[in-house]
């Protein structure tokens, strides 16, 4: 083995050791030790590999030696990245939420180990699910009412893990909207094609599935998810970001890739979600809210209700619940929410009830008291 190659290697073990010394048993939040523990299986195994290839280096060929140590200077680099962090920093927002997201798992029967969470977003609320982690930014730990994003991440871990048998319903219903969406466009095609419409608006057309297929799907899913779990808090914080941010909700790519699909496809797939939930009134008080961001915006392109048309949003939201109605999960529908009680999901859409019936002042006054019971009574029961 060349110097150089040998000398890279060597720092990979080492870097490998460093970081796993920097996870401090016992943790302070125990919540942390999923977490804990697939960082050092991470590190463990990396360096079991490049230990035995510096063992055994002349049964290697050097460029299969470069391929592994790459390898293993990524696990390494994104263990540190997005696993670290949260164990180094153990503060107490980042202990908070990770109680927080243990009992929110709990409540909604999530048939997986929970999820870890880091406030260290500089980018809203996001997933990794190399190391599923959910990072959300700082303030977080001090204020309700988007904390309904966390079931959205959720709805991305549980994408991710689609293979584990524990979630075979909600596997079974996410392939079956996604052939309900693949038949829907490629007939939508087919006809386009037999009218001997332009090569432009076939293009789009395709390029509309495309994302479907690869990206928005997995978006819905994940805010289906959420309101299915949670109900119209998830709607209404989706709402208040969109007000807050106020982005074009008719966006649409039409020859290139979209992460998203258009806030208002999205708002209109949550209000048929809560229409499933049997949540009628909480439906038309958003509906109506909903209309004056719309009204910002004037009358959709006419490319919007070609790539969302409503009884394509609608049957992938009855598809979705049905997975989830049969599934392990619990669902949240209005009979749950009327007698439930105490519950974090139960606070969250209180929450919004409290947002739009006190003064700003009053309400930020009742969301701090409450937070500081959650911390209390919830987390540290």
Known sequence: M????????????????????????????????????????????????????????EQYTERSIWRWVRSAHRTIEMTEKYGIPPLYYQTEEIGFLNNLIFKICTEVNLPLQHPSVACLSTDYYYTTAFIDVIFVPL???????????????????????????????????????????????????????????????????????????????EEFFCDLFATFLLGPAYVWSHHYLVAKNNPNIYSISQFGNQDHPPDNARMKILLFALDCLGFHDEQKKIEKEWQIIKDDWGSPPTDFSFAFPD?????????????????????????????????????????????WLSSPSDFRSWESSTIDGLKQNFVNS
Request: glycine letters at 2%; aromatic letters at 12%.
């Open 2 to 57: 060349n110097p150089f190659l040998s000398s890279l290697l060597n720092e990979e073990i080492e870097r490998a050791n460093f970081l796993k010394n920097k996870i401090k048993f016992p943790l302070t939040y125990p919540e942390l030790t999923g977490l804990a523990n697939r960082c050092l299986n991470n590190f463990d195994s990396q360096i079991e590999l490049l230990e035995n290839i510096r063992k055994n280096e």
């Open 139 to 217: 303030s977080e730990s001090g204020f309700l009412l988007h904390l309904a994003d966390l079931y959205h991440e959720l709805g991305h871990y549980v994408s991710t893990n689609k293979k584990e048998d524990k979630l075979k319903s909600e596997l079974e219903s996410y392939v079956k909207a996604y052939e309900t969406i693949t038949e829907y466009f490629t007939d939508f095609i087919l006809k386009l094609q037999h009218e001997r419409n332009p090569e432009p608006i076939i293009l789009k057309s395709q390029n509309f599935l495309n994302n479907w297929q690869k990206n928005w799907i």
């Open 311 to 355: 009884d394509l949003l609608e049957s992938v939201a009855k598809i979705i619940y049905s997975g989830l109605t049969s599934s392990q999960v619990s669902v949240y529908t209005k009979n749950v929410f009327d007698s439930d009680s105490n519950t974090v999901r139960k606070t969250l859409n209180v929450a919004w009830q409290n947002f």
